[in-house]
């Protein structure tokens, strides 16, 4: 229960921070939070996190080219904007074969960012935040409280 709770303060703490300061620079919270969702899903190691960025990153820039695309074919209608994403599912399916791009779920968080966000940077640096900033501090506070705790 302990460590439950501890985890529960650090991730309180964590959050308000992030949405604090998303709030003052005007960038959505969210994105930051789905990134940093992809920490607790690879493991909260360096090897992890590693494939969860290239993950996100691979994911995001897949969903900018299929948007890219489906633009550039006027009116194309829902049926080759259909295709075009399924050849994108299917391609990030089929580089989850690979070593760096096996958590494929992660790939799809990426995509799934740049649609919800319509703009590259912010699919790729704010869970990129999430990531490799939120997900350790979180860790780092929830250690914190735990030893609090047990005192």
């Known amino acids: 229960m302990r460590s ?3 985890s529960a303060l650090g991730s309180a703490v964590t959050t308000f921070i992030w949405v604090y300061i998303a709030s003052l620079l005007n960038l959505p919270p969210w994105a930051g939070f789905l990134g940093w969702t992809t920490y607790f899903m690879t493991g909260t190691d360096a090897e992890g996190m590693k494939k969860s ?5 691979f994911g995001a820039f897949m969903a900018f080219l299929y948007v890219s695309v489906d633009s550039m074919i006027p009116s194309s209608g829902y049926l080759v904007s259909t295709l075009l994403v399924a050849l994108m599912a299917f391609i990030i399916s089929m580089a989850g074969a690979t070593n760096i791009l096996q958590l494929v779920a992660v790939s799809f968080v990426g995509a799934n960012i740049y649609f919800a966000s319509g703009v ?3 699919s ?3 869970p990129l935040v999430g990531l490799l900033i939120l997900g350790p501090v979180s860790s780092y506070f929830s250690s914190l409280f735990e ?3 047990i005192k």
């Open 4 to 6: 439950t709770l501890a």
């Open 53 to 57: 960025a290239a993950a996100l990153v």
């Open 120 to 122: 590259l940077w912010i």
């Open 124 to 126: 790729i640096v704010l």
């Open 147 to 149: 030893k609090l705790l």
